[in-house]
Antibody, heavy 122, light 111 residues
Framework: EVQLVESGGVVVQPGGSLRLSCAAS????????MHWVRQAPGKGLEWVSL????????YYADSVKGRFTISRDNSKNSLYLQMNSLRTEDTALYYC???????????????WGQGTLVTVSS | QSVLTQPPSVSAAPGQKVTISCSGS????????VSWYQQLPGTAPKLLIY???KRPSGIPDRFSGSKSGTSATLGITGLQTGDEADYYC????????????FGGGTKLTVL
């Protein structure tokens, strides 16, 4: 059974930093592109970032470019999101998701975690 | 404001059919596959349709997807009260700011 479990969400002050983690199991982690998607309270989905199976390709939404860094450790079946210079508008539930597509430029998110809540507030 | 445009809400009676539209441009829907997601209240999104019109295993054939030009459509037939949820379209955007994009979401009410 595929499982994605996010962690690391907390309350942090504006300008602070945070690292989210996503532990994957039930599939061959290093075969797949992985994504972070966020959802602000009461709002829609916002794509944040993706990383290819080997970490060789990464993409970011303009809203987080230069502040967030996606990475993965295939030996630990884990996905990460390093979040710096946090803003109040980064407050959201952050999901990690698996993508079975053979190319990074196709968005097909077939499994999602339950999310971890990041609150940026003073 | 979302790159992909969806109606904020749609409604229909049980047993009826509903369609949800998703409008984009040549840099996203026009040249890339579209996927659709269902988000029931308080839960993570679930993949309904991928590569415009394919259903993952376990998704009933009441759900269908299509694409024409720079627009895509999700169809749901035989509506059930359990279909009440938010629905999102998603795709890749190949513009200078390349990345994934979602529609703003459509709230389906089954009257």
């Amino acid at each position: 059974e595929v499982q994605l479990v996010e962690s690391g969400g907390v309350v942090v002050q504006p300008g602070g930093s945070l690292r989210l983690s996503c532990a994957a199991s039930g599939f061959t982690f290093d075969d797949y592109t992985m994504h972070w998607v966020r959802q602000a309270p009461g709002k829609g989905l916002e794509w944040v970032s993706l990383i290819s199976w080997d970490g060789g390709s990464t993409y970011y939404a303009d809203s987080v470019k230069g502040r967030f860094t996606i990475s993965r450790d295939n030996s630990k079946n884990s996905l990460y999101l390093q979040m710096n210079s946090l803003r109040t508008e980064d407050t959201a539930l952050y999901y990690c998701a698996k993508d079975p597509s053979p190319t990074v430029t196709t968005i097909t998110l077939d499994y999602w975690g339950q999310g971890t809540l990041v609150t940026v507030s003073s | 404001q979302s790159v992909l445009t969806q109606p904020p809400s749609v409604s229909a009676a049980p047993g009826q059919k509903v369609t949800i539209s998703c409008s984009g441009s040549s840099s996203n829907i026009g040249n890339n596959y579209v996927s659709w997601y269902q988000q029931l209240p308080g839960t993570a999104p679930k993949l309904l349709i991928y590569e415009n019109n394919k259903r993952p295993s376990g998704i009933p054939d009441r759900f269908s997807g299509s694409k024409s030009g720079t627009s895509a459509t999700l169809g749901i037939t035989g509506l059930q009260t359990g279909d009440e949820a938010d629905y999102y379209c998603g795709t890749w955007d190949s513009s200078l700011s390349a990345g994934g994009v979602f529609g703003g979401g459509t709230k389906l009410t089954v009257l």
